[in-house]
């Protein structure tokens, strides 16, 4: 992100990382339903507009549907179609139903519903002075923690650092060489493996989610085998496909079916988000945040852990690993400043003005500078209030019928006003720091 930011060149990407979207893109290309949408725009904004369309969309094909219900009643009242003056209107319908047969209808979102098994004990894992080598390399030293009931644990740190080798020690698939480690009562545990073993290449996708039964039970409700699949997207001829014919999202929607349809009070999820749509990304999340139960999550999507985790394990170093509160941003808040990462983390460390207080560095404010802290809440507000008017007025569908010109200077407007307003809220926490 830093590198790119940096970068003087244009820069094309596709991601679904969207805290790196965010960051990064000032423009973005939309495939969807065979169709190339331009959006000139950051992330935040293109999901107003998106949903604006959408509903313009809607609209519109409600009166399309509403006309052409209208015109097929009229050709099936016996009227002489033939008749000169009716050919047009006859024509007009034949050109209604061309229409209507080549709309591409959304192809809709995952139906994600997890299936809770009784609670377990209020103790999950109890680990103290963990430690795990392999070789001379040290992967775990002295780590110590307690998981209860209901924690959802995000654990981050750089490729081979020993994330997955934490939650095989965990589930016991692992021998613990020092140190102890002791699971609570009436776990059922579901495991979404980062390899993704636990999928048969030769079976087909109904095969490896069915195990030999033709119906699921999910949320009390018993669904077919086919019916339950197509919640994940699979068509019945997709369902009938091998799963070595499988895409990557594809293969990740096999296995959250498979790790779904099995009772659980601690889920384990190592990498469950790579490849997934952005959709089915935040679905996800919705159902991890509505969870009842324990979840451990192995992740590099920084804002899908924000959005569900309570506490974050960080490997920072060769055998270091330590807890924090919260999400991903509150554990680069509460790391120490003085605690130097190792390259391979490849962090950049968000700025943080008021940490720097206590500094003797900070001088006081002079009186410009106390003038201009008081005239900032004044000039943020009026910002604020016209880039919400500039933002209501793209949401709305007509903006684009207007002309060229006029979209994009309104457009290079938002985007100025937006560049100030960021301006203006560091300079405001700047000086505020200093008083």
Same mark, same amino acid.
């Given at each position: 992100?830093?590198?790119?930011?940096?970068?003087?060149?244009?820069?094309?990407?596709?991601?679904?990382?969207?805290?790196?979207l965010?960051?990064?893109?000032?423009?973005?290309?939309?495939?969807?339903?065979?169709?190339?949408?331009?959006?000139?725009?950051?992330?935040? +904004?293109?999901l107003?507009?998106?949903?604006?369309?959408?509903?313009a #969309?809607e609209?519109?094909q409600?009166?399309?549907? &509403? &006309?052409?219900?209208? $015109?097929e009643?009229?050709i099936?009242?016996?009227?002489k179609?033939?008749?000169?003056?009716n050919?047009?209107?006859?024509?007009?319908?034949? @050109?209604?139903?061309?229409?209507?047969?080549?709309?591409?209808?959304?192809?809709? =979102?995952?139906?994600?519903?997890?299936?809770?098994?009784?609670?377990?004990?209020?103790?999950?894992?109890?680990?103290?002075?963990?430690?795990?080598?392999?070789?001379?390399?040290?992967?775990?030293?002295?780590?110590?923690?307690v998981?209860?009931?209901?924690?959802?644990?995000?654990i981050?740190?750089?490729?081979?650092?020993?994330?997955s080798?934490?939650?095989?020690?965990?589930?016991?698939? !692992?021998?613990?060489?020092e140190?102890?480690?002791?699971?609570? +009562?009436? !776990?059922?545990? @579901?495991?979404?493996d980062?390899?993704?073993?636990?999928?048969?290449?030769? &079976?087909?996708?109904?095969?490896?989610?069915?195990?030999?039964?033709?119906?699921?039970?999910?949320?009390g409700?018993s669904?077919?085998?086919?019916?339950?699949?197509?919640?994940?997207?699979?068509?019945?001829?997709?369902?009938?496909?091998? *799963?070595?014919?499988?895409?990557?999202?594809?293969?990740?929607?096999? !296995?959250l *079916?498979?790790?779904?349809?099995?009772?659980? =009070?601690?889920?384990?999820?190592d990498?469950?988000? =790579?490849? !997934?749509d952005? $959709? +089915?990304?935040?679905?996800?999340?919705?159902?991890l945040?509505?969870?009842?139960?324990?979840?451990?999550?192995?992740?590099?999507?920084?804002?899908? %852990?924000?959005?569900?985790?309570?506490?974050?394990?960080?490997?920072?170093? $060769?055998?270091?690993?330590?807890?924090?509160?919260?999400?991903?941003?509150?554990?680069?808040?509460?790391?120490?400043?003085?605690?130097?990462?190792?390259?391979?983390? =490849?962090?950049?460390? &968000?700025?943080?003005?008021?940490?720097?207080?206590?500094?003797?560095?900070?001088?006081k404010?002079?009186?410009?500078?106390?003038?201009?802290l008081?005239?900032?809440?004044?000039?943020?507000?009026?910002? #604020?209030?016209?880039q919400?008017?500039?933002?209501?007025?793209?949401?709305?569908?007509?903006?684009?019928?207007? *002309?060229?010109?006029?979209?994009?200077?309104?457009?290079?407007?938002v985007?100025?006003?937006?560049?100030?307003?960021?301006? %203006?809220?560091?300079?405001?926490?700047?000086?505020?720091?200093?008083?």
């Amino acid at each position: 992100e830093k590198f790119l930011k940096g970068y003087s060149g244009t820069v094309i990407f596709i991601t679904h990382d969207r805290q790196f979207l965010q960051a990064l893109a000032g423009r973005i290309v939309e495939i969807e339903r065979g169709r190339l949408f331009d959006w000139t725009c950051d992330y935040q +904004t293109f999901l107003t507009r998106k949903q604006a369309a959408l509903e313009a #969309e809607e609209r519109n094909q409600a009166l399309f549907d &509403k &006309k052409l219900a209208q $015109e097929e009643v009229w050709i099936r009242q016996g009227i002489k179609a033939r008749r000169t003056r009716n050919e047009g209107r006859v024509r007009a319908l034949k @050109s209604l139903r061309e229409q209507r047969q080549a709309r591409r209808e959304q192809i809709g =979102n995952v139906h994600l519903r997890a299936v809770e098994a009784e609670k377990s004990g209020q103790l999950v894992i109890e680990a103290e002075n963990l430690n795990y080598s392999i070789g001379n390399r040290n992967l775990i030293q002295d780590f110590s923690t307690v998981i209860s009931r209901g924690d959802k644990i995000g654990i981050i740190g750089p490729n081979g650092a020993g994330k997955s080798t934490l939650l095989k020690l965990f589930l016991g698939e !692992l021998p613990i060489q020092e140190g102890t480690l002791r699971l609570g +009562t009436r !776990l059922e545990i @579901s495991y979404f493996d980062q390899l993704r073993q636990q999928i048969d290449e030769e &079976k087909t996708v109904i095969e490896n989610v069915a195990q030999g039964v033709d119906t699921i039970t999910v949320g009390g409700v018993s669904k077919h085998i086919y019916g339950y699949l197509q919640d994940f997207l699979f068509t019945p001829d997709r369902a009938r496909q091998p *799963a070595k014919s499988l895409s990557g999202g594809e293969r990740n929607r096999l !296995l959250l *079916a498979r790790l779904f349809k099995m009772p659980s =009070n601690l889920m384990v999820l190592d990498e469950p988000t =790579n490849d !997934l749509d952005l $959709e +089915t990304l935040e679905l996800l999340e919705e159902l991890l945040i509505s969870y009842q139960g324990t979840i451990l999550i192995v992740s590099h999507d920084r804002a899908f %852990l924000n959005n569900v985790v309570t506490s974050t394990i960080a490997f920072e170093g $060769e055998g270091v690993v330590h807890e924090y509160v919260g999400g991903y941003d509150d554990y680069l808040r509460q790391r120490s400043r003085n605690q130097e990462l190792p390259p391979s983390m =490849n962090v950049v460390e &968000k700025p943080d003005s008021k940490a720097n207080t206590s500094s003797p560095k900070a001088k006081k404010l002079n009186f410009n500078e106390e003038h201009e802290l008081k005239r900032l809440p004044k000039q943020i507000e009026e910002l #604020e209030r016209e880039q919400s008017t500039l933002e209501t007025a793209m949401a709305d569908p007509a903006f684009f019928k207007r *002309a060229a010109e006029v979209i994009t200077h309104d457009m290079t407007q938002v985007k100025k006003v937006g560049d100030e307003l960021q301006r %203006l809220y560091a300079r405001w926490e700047e000086l505020e720091s200093r008083t």
